[in-house]
T-cell receptor, first 110, second 114 residues
Framework: GDSVTQMEGPVTLSEEAFLTINCTYTATGYPSLFWYVQYPGEGLQLLLKATKADDKGSNKGFEATYRKETTSFHLEKGSVQVSDSAVYFCALNYGQNFVFGPGTRLSVLP | DVKVTQSSRYLVKRTGEKVFLECVQDMDHENMFWYRQDPGLGLRLIYFSYDVKMKEKGDIPEGYSVSREKKERFSLILESASTNQTSMYLC?????????????FGQGTRLTVV
């Protein structure tokens, strides 16, 4: 079945460092791809999405490109802030449902 | 602003109690979902519903049931709460898949069963 794999972390970075969180997927058909962020004690919020191959989603300085040839959707940010500390989930939609990766905890130190 | 609202942020219940977790969405979405989130296990789908009075089992339905009497409300029921159901519960909703939109989540309910 459809699945999402992402690096589990935790990832610890210093402020202003470059961030990459890898995400790869397995899917039949052409799903939409998503990155969600979860701050402590909260639900998941959509960070960005891409609905077809070569689309780039972006928001709040984060970017990810839908790469069909490598079945990947890696999350990047050029300069992280302490406020970016959270858990990040890669996801895809499949049929009427959604499949989520295990989440990657990011800690950014001042 | 779109909204999914879960009735409680925190709940403490006793073993054996019947527990109701309520979720309401104001976006007229057809699809609604209940997940539980545990450390190291990510999000696991408990039940979902594509329409009023419809329900489908997810990956871990044992010990749970659901009710969807109205389009905007999806309730998760723990028939007899047990300590291994202590978890974070997340409700979500979405339009039909052909619109290629995301799932919208509530703020979560942290349930502790003692």
């Amino acid at each position: 079945g459809d699945s999402v794999t992402q690096m589990e972390g935790p990832v610890t970075l210093s402020e202003e460092a470059f961030l990459t969180i890898n995400c790869t997927y397995t899917a039949t058909g052409y799903p939409s791809l998503f990155w969600y962020v979860q701050y402590p004690g909260e639900g998941l919020q959509l960070l960005l999405k891409a609905t077809k191959a070569d689309d780039k989603g972006s928001n709040k300085g984060f970017e990810a490109t839908y790469r069909k040839e490598t079945t990947s959707f890696h999350l990047e940010k050029g300069s992280v802030q302490v406020s970016d500390s959270a858990v990040y989930f890669c996801a895809l939609n499949y049929g009427q449902n959604f499949v989520f990766g295990p989440g990657t905890r990011l800690s950014v130190l001042p | 602003d779109v909204k999914v609202t879960q009735s409680s942020r925190y709940l403490v219940k006793r073993t054996g109690e019947k527990v109701f977790l309520e979720c309401v969405q104001d976006m007229d979405h057809e699809n609604m979902f209940w997940y539980r989130q545990d450390p190291g296990l990510g999000l696991r789908l408990i039940y979902f519903s594509y329409d009023v009075k419809m329900k489908e089992k997810g990956d871990i339905p044992e010990g749970y049931s659901v009710s969807r009497e109205k389009k905007e409300r999806f309730s998760l029921i723990l028939e007899s709460a047990s300590t291994n159901q202590t978890s974070m519960y997340l409700c979500a909703s979405s339009p039909p898949q052909d619109l290629n939109t995301e799932a919208f989540f509530g703020q979560g309910t942290r349930l502790t069963v003692v």
